[in-house]
């Protein structure tokens, strides 16, 4: 006969008395079942109904014979708390696709209820279409059973939320609980750059915290910034103690740029047990922490000592050691590199497109002019200044200028506060300083005498429709021009990665925003061994995502570098 | 017997190396502890001798309960397990299992009833019902001292599969046990397959032709490599077990060898010879009426069709299930095919499900009447008219006629009962065939390896025939898939020494399961281990007391009986 027991794997949704029955059926037939059922519990209505029709026999005789045979059949699997997610047909077959809802408290329980009283939290109850909030311990079940309590496990919105899901909930409770060692562990299991995070990161974890509701968020950013600031204390104390990479690979990595997302490659990949070699066009470590970012945001001695706990790991910096048509990432491989990155940034800032913007002298984008503040040029670039732009390169720019010692900074954005980008408390900040910041205001002409520029007309916007950024788009208004002197003009409108650097024939996908095309789940650009990630991908972003992009980059090579 | 006077009361063991015995006093929610204390009885049962961990649980079989029974049998290093709760017939393989799966042998289980034994014969009475709980238990932890234990018996399968009766059921059920891969023999006592849907006009509610699906169905079953069928035939005898029944058939006292049988042999509509002026010609039964469909010959104008004629009668309470449908589906044929007027009398009209709900208001458009009446006035029929007296108008309604159709119930067919005996299964009041359990084994008979399905078992539509029929094949499968068979181990065991071959327990023995075999010392008789249920005529019978019946022995039975008559400390 045809073996009955060739085709064997069974999939039962519901455990109901049907759903049991069917299972034990299947299951005695030989077959290997998997029984799926929603709720905590099998048994379902049989379990609800005290007893059956006709004769009122008690449910829970018939129905606890089944389960204990369901439970008990060596070819049964039971997952409650699951559903059936996706089914598609395989060869020869249907995939079924379960998600497993939360864990089962287990026996222990004696179902005292407390739990439910001090639990914190509280997600979306699933039962009543998310409209309102349960606690994360809940039980169900039949009455007679007290219910079964179940946890309802999930990633917390702060961790979630954070682009490199750093376990934030471990680490405020460790901190909390003093235990500070372990909580700056944990922050650099998943973030090379702490205190610079601690500092600059737009946190976008305390804006979906659950604390947020009932007052204020959890200040997670500066709980990140005091342990590394125990971090750093200690290291002065000299009882930092370096972690340890694993068994040296001597294999060489070169990695360009020494931004966040290339120091992020350096570091995972140094770990590993690779030999990273960061190339650094300017004298300084860091990219765009060190260049774009004011002083007065970032203290260079934070970035040094998130610099100097990667070098700790064995990584090499080579400063002033730019990529440039001669010195190319095939001279890289010619050296003995097995993988590069190319973590250059964005350093091209974009310009306005406004009439008159190249006939007169008295420009200088916001990136050139933060760097050359940052690389030590502190004079004063003009005595009117305006900055075009609202993000938060704009608001440094200017506020910067107003420290250089600049008698009038004017600061243009096109859409109202509300749409600003640049975080608020720098907005604040600026304002503080004596920024004057015009809202819905654009360039619409530069005005210029003998070849330099004296100032700028501007006109007022409104607010029409959402555009594609799901902003408003901002609509001039007719008339309503007005002039604005300056004898130094900054637009902080955006940037794009510069590539001048590469040669002619350098064979990389470039998108037409100048940015390296990537795979965005490993970010292998399309030259093998050649990776890239951060600003240079992304254009303009924040910190936290070029780390991201850095960890994503590194388990990529790490793996390419794995290949044997 | 000398171990009697040296056991004593039972309570001898309680000193020494004693077995440790551990009693659950299962609350059964409020079924047990609504009618008794059962504090007081848990509290006396750690009185006994022998019993060292006592548990008092709200539900002994539910997973909590279960595990707590392992949980106790390991810490406390329990060797026997008596659970006072209900009826073995559902829990005791639960318990069982949870024996075995805390390491200790299943046998070494005792069940006392204190439900259905007690709470529930003694709801008037707190105080009776406690006493009688505590005689019960103290009755099975006695006898729990002196379990043994047993492995079940293994037996193997005859991968093939015996199907009584080819109907829509049998083959059905044929069909889907082919499309498993098994061999099948299908039995049919007519000259055709088919059955009584062969007989019928068109199908509720889709309105199919019936011989369009019946016909297709037996040539598949004819085609089927892997069916045997045998017509004109019946089974005269019946031997042998699950896993290898031995059936002679009428053709040729052929002998089929099979691992299961299943029971498929259908009903009949009862014949209303002289109820209701019968004449086969104007007064006509439903399946007349649909031979008359099938033959489109006649066509009457005025037609009443009457429910529950020799249903729902004293002496015959039930109600057959479909005669409603059929009806409707009729009346609404003959209004589109006759034109005809057509009137149904009803008693209480039983459409459930949606389509057959669907098909009553589609009558109703098609403007069949609908007039209720009542058991104790019932319609007067005359030659011409129907006179009925309406429940809802409450007067009489006279009803011109020329054809009257009669609603009669399916009722089981008469062989029933000798093919009950054969099989050695129940059947009901009615001659019905009777399940193993209404709800947890609809489709099984209390003997193994014996399956019921379709009208055999109840009146039932075609859709509910199928569902059983494939639902019975599953059942049948379980078998037939793994191979082998697992029996209770509960069985005679015949001293051979002993017995003398006077072949008086294999005269008695209703399984069978006796055989005398002839060795150096004459004749003797050996059971057959995987036949024997174990029902203990066999000992009962022999005159040398050579036969000892396993779990049931002497010893058990006797301190059992003993603590009955103990008089409480």
């Known amino acids: ?564 | 017997m000398s171990k009697r006077k040296k056991k004593g009361s039972g309570d001898s063991r309680a000193s020494g190396d004693g077995p440790r015995i551990g009693v659950f006093v299962c609350n059964c929610g409020t079924n047990i502890a609504g009618f008794m204390d059962t504090e007081d009885v848990a509290g006396y049962s750690a009185t006994l001798p022998n019993v060292v961990f006592v548990r008092e649980n709200l539900y002994s079989c539910s997973e909590a309960g279960v595990n707590d029974i392992k949980q106790a049998i390991i810490d406390n290093k329990l060797d026997r397990v008596v659970v006072a709760a209900c009826t073995p017939r559902t829990h005791e393989p639960t318990f069982r299992a949870a024996c075995k799966d805390a390491g200790l042998n299943p046998y070494h289980f005792e069940f006392v009833n204190i439900r259905e034994h007690c709470s529930w014969v003694h709801k008037e009475d707190r105080d009776l019902a406690t006493l009688k709980a505590r005689d019960l238990i103290r009755m099975g932890v006695a006898r729990s001292a002196y379990l043994e234990p047993m492995e079940p018996i293994i037996g193997n399968v005859v991968e093939r599969a015996l199907v009584v009766g080819g109907g829509i059921s049998g083959m059905t059920a044929a069909l889907e046990l082919a499309a498993r891969g098994f061999e099948v023999v299908l039995i049919e006592r007519q000259k055709h397959l088919g059955g009584l849907v062969k007989s019928l006009y068109e199908i509720y509610p889709w309105g199919e032709k019936a011989a369009d699906y019946i016909n297709g169905l037996a040539s598949r079953v004819e085609r089927n490599s892997k069916i045997r069928v045998l017509k004109a035939c019946e089974v005269t005898d019946v031997r042998g077990y699950v896993g290898k029944y031995e059936v002679t058939v009428s053709s040729g006292d052929e002998t089929v060898v099979a691992g299961i049988i299943v029971v498929a042999t259908g009903a009949r509509p009862l014949l209303p010879e002289g109820m209701f002026g019968h004449d086969s010609r104007r007064v006509i039964t439903m399946l007349e009426l649909e031979a008359m469909l099938l033959r489109s010959r006649s066509r009457r104008k005025k037609v009443v069709l009457m429910g529950c004629a020799g249903a729902r009668i004293p002496g015959r309470f039930y109600c057959s299930r479909i005669c409603c449908m059929t009806a409707i589906k009729n009346a609404i044929i003959m209004r589109k095919k006759w034109k005809a007027d057509v009137t149904v009398l009803y008693r209480d009209l039983m459409c459930y499900g949606v389509q057959n709900e669907t098909m009553l208001v589609d009558a109703k458009k098609a403007g069949v009447r609908f007039i209720n009446y009542s058991l104790e006035n019932p319609p007067v029929i005359e030659k011409d008219t129907v006179t009925v007296s309406s429940e809802i108008l409450g007067r009489d309604l006279k009803v011109p006629v020329d054809l009257l159709v009669l609603s009669t119930p399916l009722v089981p067919q008469d062989t029933n009962v000798a093919l009950s005996k054969i099989l050695k299964v129940p059947v009901d009041e009615y001659g019905f065939f009777l399940e193993a359990h209404v709800k947890l084994r609809p489709l099984d008979f209390a003997t193994d390896g014996i399956f019921v399905c379709g009208t055999a078992r109840w009146p039932a539509s075609i859709r509910e025939c199928l569902e059983q029929a494939i639902g019975a094949a599953s059942r049948a499968s379980t078998y037939l898939a793994r191979g082998e068979v697992e029996v209770e181990p509960i069985v005679s065991v015949i001293d051979e020494e002993e017995c003398r071959g006077c072949g008086l327990c294999v005269a008695l023995c209703p399984y069978g399961a006796i055989e005398l075999i002839d060795t150096e010392k004459g004749k003797k008789a050996r059971t057959i281990d995987v036949a024997c249920k174990g029902c203990g005529t066999c000992g009962a019978t022999c005159y040398r007391h050579a036969i000892r019946m396993k779990h049931y022995s002497d010893e058990q039975l006797g301190a059992q009986i003993r603590a009955a008559f103990v008089k409480d400390p």
């Open chain 1, 1 to 564: 006969m045809s073996d009955p027991s060739a085709r064997r794997e069974v999939v039962v949704v519901g455990g109901g008395v049907s759903g049991l029955k069917a299972a034990i059926e299947a299951a005695d037939q030989g077959a290997s079942v998997t029984l799926v059922e929603e709720s905590p519990f099998l048994g379902d209505l049989l379990l609800k109904e005290g007893r059956i029709p006709p004769d009122g026999f008690p449910s829970l005789c018939l129905s606890s014979k089944l389960i204990n045979r369901v439970v008990h059949h060596p070819g049964i699997r039971v997952l409650t708390n699951s559903s059936v997610k996706r089914v598609s047909k395989t060869d020869g077959g249907i995939k079924v696709s379960l998600k497993r809802w939360p864990a089962r408290v287990n026996e222990a329980c004696n179902a005292c209820g407390e739990c439910l009283m001090v639990c914190p939290i509280k997600p979306y109850d699933r039962f009543n279409e998310g409209l309102m909030l349960r606690t994360a311990i809940d039980f169900a079940g039949p009455r007679d059973f007290g219910g079964i309590y179940n946890i309802e496990k999930e990633t917390p919105a702060c961790q979630e939320k954070c682009p490199v899901h750093i376990d934030i909930r471990k680490y405020v409770g460790l901190i909390a609980g003093g235990r500070y060692e372990e909580a700056i562990k944990v922050v650099r299991d998943k973030n090379p750059l702490p205190a610079v995070c601690g500092r600059i990161c737009p946190h976008p974890c305390e804006s979906v915290c659950n604390r947020g509701r009932q007052d204020e968020a959890v200040a997670i950013d500066a709980l990140k910034r005091f342990v590394s600031d125990y971090e750093i204390a200690q290291r002065q104390a000299g009882k930092f103690v370096p972690p340890k990479p694993k068994k040296d690979r001597k294999i060489k990595v070169a990695v360009v740029g020494a931004g966040p997302a290339g120091l992020t490659v350096a570091h995972d990949l140094a770990l590993e047990g690779f030999r990273p070699t960061i190339f650094e066009a300017e004298s300084v470590p860091g990219g765009m922490l060190h260049l774009g970012i004011p002083e007065y945001r970032l203290p260079r001695d934070i970035i040094m000592n998130d610099v100097a706990y990667i070098e700790d790991l064995g990584v090499e910096i080579k400063y002033n050691t730019p990529l440039t048509k001669k010195f190319t990432v095939d001279d890289l491989f010619k050296q003995g590199y097995k993988a590069i990155f190319m973590g250059v940034g964005a350093y091209e800032g974009l310009k306005m497109r406004v009439e008159g913007e190249d006939e007169y002298e008295g420009f200088l984008d916001c990136i050139k002019f933060l760097k050359r503040v940052n690389l030590g040029d502190k004079s004063k670039p003009g005595d009117k200044v305006i900055v075009i732009g609202g993000g938060n390169s704009a608001i440094d720019s200017a506020r910067t200028a107003i420290r250089l010692g600049c008698d009038e900074v004017t600061l243009l954005y096109r859409r109202s506060r509300k749409e600003m980008p640049a975080n608020s408390w720098e907005i604040d900040a600026a304002a503080e300083e004596g920024v004057k910041i015009h809202y819905l205001a654009a360039p619409v002409k530069i005005l210029g005498k003998q070849g330099k520029v004296v100032g700028m007309k501007c006109t007022r916007m409104r607010l029409g429709k959402l555009d594609a950024s799901g902003r408003r788009r901002p609509i001039p208004i007719e008339g309503s021009e007005f002039e604005v002197e300056a004898d130094l003009i900054v637009p902080a409108v955006s940037q794009r990665p510069d590539i001048s650097f590469l040669p002619e024939e350098h064979g990389f996908e470039i998108s037409r925003w100048n940015s390296f095309e990537v795979d965005t789940s490993t970010g292998a650009t399309n030259r093998p061994g050649i990776y890239s990630g951060g600003d240079a991908v992304t254009g303009p972003a924040t910190v936290i995502e070029a780390i991201q992009a850095g960890h994503i980059a590194a388990s990529a090579m790490k793996e390419y570098l794995s290949q044997p």
